[in-house]
Each structure stands twice: as structure tokens, then as C-alpha cells.
């Protein structure tokens, strides 16, 4: 079934409109990218207001989601590991900074007591 958007006057398919069941033809008036263009403002604002009030709220919701989904995380890990060889292999700054903080680590590490006991090759 077509469908009028009231916003952007171009006939779709019904598909492309949310549900609204008090309407006569069980559809919003507007098409979803409409309404998604529309409600974005709103929905920013709400998150800044949120954000303002209680700012660990979305850092909890992060983590949360991170450790508790392990999907989300392996695609996380992915994307960064991704990210850094290509930065690795394209910026030779950032290439010669990791090369200097793991050689720091390493003597770090080597000269600290932990260390002690343990032979060198």
C-alpha cells in the first residue's frame, strides 16, 4: 500500500512509516526519515540535559554494555585493533611513540623488583 509523507509529499510504502494505531490507516503521517530527521534535535538536547545531570549515568550504560555483551566487545576489539595497525603502518609518529613507550615499559619493568628474580635470555 502507498503512502502520502505529509512532510516530504512522496508516496511510499507503507513499510517506510512508523505505526500509530489511534490514525485510521494505522501509520503516521510522517515517513520515517521525516520523522527521525524531526525527533533527532529533541533527542540530543534530552541526552545533553541528561548528560548535565548525571554524567556517570552513560558511562555506567557503556560499561555496562561493553562487559556484559560479548559481541559488542569483539567488535570493539576488532574495529580498534584495526585502527591502530593502520596507524601503525601509515603515521610514522605514532609508529616511533608506541616503539618508545614499549621500549619504556620494558626497562621500566626491568629495573623494577618484580623483576629480580627472573634470568635474562
Known amino acids: 500500500m502507498k503512502v502520502v509523507c505529509t512532510?516530504?509529499?512522496v508516496a511510499k510504502d507503507s513499510s517506510d512509516f512508523?505505526?500509530?494505531?489511534?490514525?485510521?490507516?494505522g501509520l503516521k503521517s510522517r515517513c520515517k526519515s521525516?520523522?527521525?530527521?524531526?525527533?533527532?534535535?529533541h533527542q540530543r538536547a534530552y541526552y545533553r540535559r541528561k548528560l548535565k545531570k548525571d554524567p556517570d549515568?552513560?558511562?555506567?550504560?557503556?560499561?555496562?554494555?561493553y562487559w556484559e555483551n560479548s559481541d559488542f566487545r569483539k567488535k570493539i576489539v576488532e574495529a580498534n585493533v584495526?585502527?591502530?595497525?593502520?596507524?601503525?603502518?601509515s603515521d610514522p609518529?605514532?609508529?616511533?611513540?608506541?616503539?618508545?613507550?614499549?621500549?619504556a615499559?620494558?626497562?621500566r619493568l626491568r629495573n623494577s623488583k618484580s623483576w629480580a628474580g627472573v634470568e635474562s635470555r
Open 34 to 41: 521525516c520523522h527521525n530527521k524531526a525527533s533527532l534535535p
Open 93 to 103: 609518529e605514532f609508529r616511533q611513540r608506541i616503539i618508545d613507550t614499549a621500549s
Open 18 to 25: 512508523y505505526r500509530e494505531r489511534m490514525k485510521r490507516n
Open 82 to 89: 584495526k585502527y591502530f595497525k593502520n596507524r601503525y603502518a
Open 7 to 9: 512532510k516530504c509529499k
Open 57 to 65: 549515568y552513560f558511562r555506567a550504560r557503556r560499561k555496562n554494555r
Open 105 to 107: 615499559r620494558y626497562y
